[in-house]
């Protein structure tokens, strides 16, 4: 099953990501406090999975993503697919190509990615009341995305 791993905010453009324990995701805007979320942008979040990240032995968030999944293809996601988060409810709005800024994080890097990375923006209707969830629930249900740290298996 799918699972939120990381969770990830711009606090200005230009400096590192901030790494969050929740974050507040706001309809047609994307992440509260993140510089990069907009009204009405098809570029609110970003997601990478971390199994990306791992086979090409990069740290979660140093593609500025948003939020690193675990157990999804996010390459596999179609532009307009839904996806519920926490209590968001995200679609993907297109496919995000490997930009010059990647060769910031590694020279060749660019080339690297074989697959990029998808944005997505939450969507406007709330079925569920706010309340918290841990990351193992957040992948199921839908406006508030809560990371806490996974018990020992």
């Known amino acids: ?36 979320a907009r009204a009405g942008s098809d570029r609110q979040v970003l997601l990478v999975d971390r199994e990306t990240l791992d086979a090409m032995e990069l740290q979660p968030g140093i593609l500025r993503e948003n939020i690193t999944t675990n157990g999804l293809k996010v390459n596999s996601l179609q532009v307009g697919q839904r996806l519920r988060m926490g209590e968001a409810l995200l679609e993907v709005t297109l496919v995000c190509t490997p930009c010059n800024q990647m060769e910031r994080v590694r020279p ?46």
């Not at 990830?8 to 995701?25: C, D, I, N, T, V």
């Open 1 to 36: 099953m799918a699972s939120l791993h990381d969770l990830f905010r711009a606090p200005k453009k230009g400096l590192p990501m901030e790494e969050l324990r929740q974050a507040q995701m706001l309809a047609d805007f994307g992440l509260e406090g993140c510089a990069h």
């Open 108 to 153: 060749g890097l660019r080339k690297e990615l074989w697959g990029p990375p998808r944005h997505v923006v939450p969507c406007p209707r709330r079925r569920h009341p706010p309340r918290r969830r841990s990351h193992r629930e957040a992948w199921r249900l839908t406006c508030r995305c809560t990371l806490e740290p996974s018990s020992p298996a």
